[in-house]
């Protein structure tokens, strides 16, 4: 169970897993909560969870910082 949970964390951004430990709640009441809030909204909150997901990839790609000048 744990590989399919790794699986999915993996490839769908990580969202609900970094709110989870920023706000210090459970990661599978925070799916939860986005999935029944987008059956009520029609799937607005979708766009917010692709806002963060982007939003984690530059953060992921600006922390990142090179040993040496030649690192590419």
């Not at 459970?26 to 909150?45: M, Q």
């Not at 963060?52 to 600006?62: G, I």
């Amino acid at each position: 169970m744990k590989r399919i949970q790794y699986f999915f964390e993996s490839q769908a951004f990580g969202v609900c897993t970094m709110l989870g430990e920023k706000l210090g709640i459970a990661t599978s009441s925070i799916r939860l909560s986005f999935i029944y809030v987008s059956f009520l909204t029609f799937g607005s909150p979708v766009l917010l969870y692709f806002v963060l997901a982007f939003w984690m990839n530059v953060q992921k790609s600006l922390r990142r910082e090179r040993s040496t000048v030649w690192d590419l």
